[in-house]
């Protein structure tokens, strides 16, 4: 009897191992799909990125300086675009990430950062900014994409990460801590391995009372961090944290 419910207890651990490693595209990528409000039609920015054609749009203030923004795992950056135009002081750039809204293609962390970095390099040259007057801002997963887009393009200005992670397993780990998610993953989305060689400025925002990613887990990129950085934890939630007067304060303030 012992050893039948050994058997079943292996099989059952096999085959959730085998489900979260089939399925972890599904767990990890959540694109949603948003209509965008009309006054923003004008500012559409799409462009052509590696044969894959990029949804994005462009909120122009006329401002020296530009926040590109790299949305969380379930956002379509449609329904960003108000935010952002009315919190920021400053000019904002969002491209959804591939598969994402209109965006094509299929997403993955390594096309996800190509693409990103080729958007800085090709919002740069066209606007003919420089990218000592670019931020790049990240919110839950895409902190991990702006942290590698941060480490290939050191010239920007800084980085604003809210609700960062060291890792992706960390994550994992914080909610399954029964399987061998450093093992398994695809898409690792390392941040604490790419934090202590970047020296631009951080501000990292974080939610006291996040329910998805630990907060320790952001205070451990941020001691990790080879810059100047400042932390700042708000007491919200995680999907409800830019709701707080203080997120945006803090956002302008470090961009100014």
């Not at 401002?63 to 400053?90: R, S």
């Not at 900014?129 to 997963?141: E, Q, W």
Request: hydrophobic share 45%; with cysteine; net charge negative.
């Amino acid at each position: 009897m012992l050893l039948r419910i050994a058997l079943l207890l292996i099989v059952a651990y096999s085959g959730a191992v085998l489900w979260m490693w089939v399925r972890q595209e599904a767990y990890l990528f959540r694109p949603k799909r948003y209509e965008v409000l009309q006054e923003f039609e004008r500012y559409r920015w799409d462009r052509q990125i590696d044969g894959i054609t990029h949804q994005g749009w462009f909120l122009d203030k006329g401002a020296e300086k530009t926040v590109i923004y790299h949305g969380g795992n379930a956002e379509d950056l449609a329904g960003h675009c108000e935010v952002l135009f009315d919190g920021l002081e400053v000019n904002a750039l969002l491209v959804n990430y591939r598969g994402y809204g209109e965006s094509e293609g299929v997403p993955g962390e390594k096309k996800m950062v190509a693409d990103c970095i080729a958007i800085f390099d090709l919002f740069c040259k066209e606007k003919n900014v420089s990218p000592t007057n670019i931020f790049l801002m990240g919110r839950s997963l895409g902190c991990g994409v702006a942290v590698q887009v941060a480490a290939a393009r050191p010239q920007a200005a800084g980085v604003i990460l809210v609700t960062p992670y060291e890792s992706i397993a960390a994550i994992a780990r914080s909610q399954y801590p029964w399987l061998p998610f450093g093992r398994m993953l695809r898409h690792p989305f390392l941040s604490i391995d790419h934090a202590p060689e970047i020296k631009m400025p951080a501000l990292i925002l974080l939610a006291e009372f996040d329910e998805v990613i630990p907060p320790e887990t952001g205070h451990k990129l941020g001691d990790a961090w080879g810059g100047e950085k400042e932390i700042v934890t708000l007491p919200m939630g995680h999907n409800d944290i830019n709701e707080h007067p203080a997120y945006f304060e803090a956002v302008n303030r470090f961009v100014k």
